[in-house]
C-alpha cells in the first residue's frame, strides 16, 4: 500500500505529500472554499440586515440622501465586474483544456477590470469626501448636498455605504493578489496549476462571490424607489 501511495505522489505533480491522492486533495479544496465563502455570506448578511432595518424606519431622509450617488459611475462599475465574472470564467474553461495562453490572457483582464473598479469608486469617494457627506464631525457642514434629508439619518446611510462598499472594495483588493498570484503560477508554468484545475476554479468563486455582493450592492444603494 506505501508503495501505491509513492507512485500516486510521483504520478501527479499538483498533489501534495499530505493527501493519498489528487481527489482526495481537491475535495479538500472545495470544502475548504465553500466553508470560507459561507462565512463571508453570513458576514455580509448582517451588513445587509442592518441596511434593510434602517431603510424601513427613515425612507425618505435615506432616498434623499442617496441621490447624491452617481448612478452612472455605479453602473459603469457593474458592468466592469460583470466582465470581470465572464473572463475569470472563461479562465477557469480554459485551465480545464491546459489552454495557458488563454488563461493568462483572461486572468491578465480579471486584474485590468479589478484596478479599473478601483479607480472609479476612488473618484466616488473624493466626491463624498469633497462634499462632506462622510460620517464624522463634519458630516452635512455643506447641506444642499444633503437634497433636505436630516443630517443624522443621511448620516446613518453614508455610514453604510462607506461600510459596505469600502469592505467590498478591500475583498477587490485580495482579489488582485490572488489572482496576481494565480497569473504567476501559470507564468512559470508551475505544475499545481498547469497539472490541476481546481486552484484556478476556487480562485474563480472567490471572485464570482465578490461581484455577486456588488450586484446587490448596486441596486440598494444607487436605485433606491421614491417611497410613498
Partial sequence: MAAIAHDTHEDHGALHHQFENIEQQNDSYIVGMWTFLVTEVMFFGALFLIYTLYRSMYQMDWYLAHEELDVKLGAFNTI?????????????????????????????????CAFIFLVVKAFEYSAKFEHHLYPGPTFGSVPEHLNGA???????????????????????IVGIIVLSALFNLWWRKCDSVMKDYIPTELVGLYWHFVDLVWIFLFPLMYLMPKPH
Fill in 80 to 112: 466592469v465586474l460583470l466582465i470581470s465574472s465572464f473572463t475569470v470564467a472563461v479562465a477557469v474553461r480554459s485551465a480545464q483544456r491546459k489552454e495557458r495562453g488563454l488563461v493568462l490572457a483572461n486572468i491578465g483582464i480579471t486584474i485590468a
Fill in 150 to 172: 436630516n443630517a443624522n439619518y443621511a448620516q446613518l446611510f453614508y455610514g453604510l455605504y462607506f461600510g459596505m462598499t469600502g469592505l467590498h472594495a478591500l475583498h477587490i
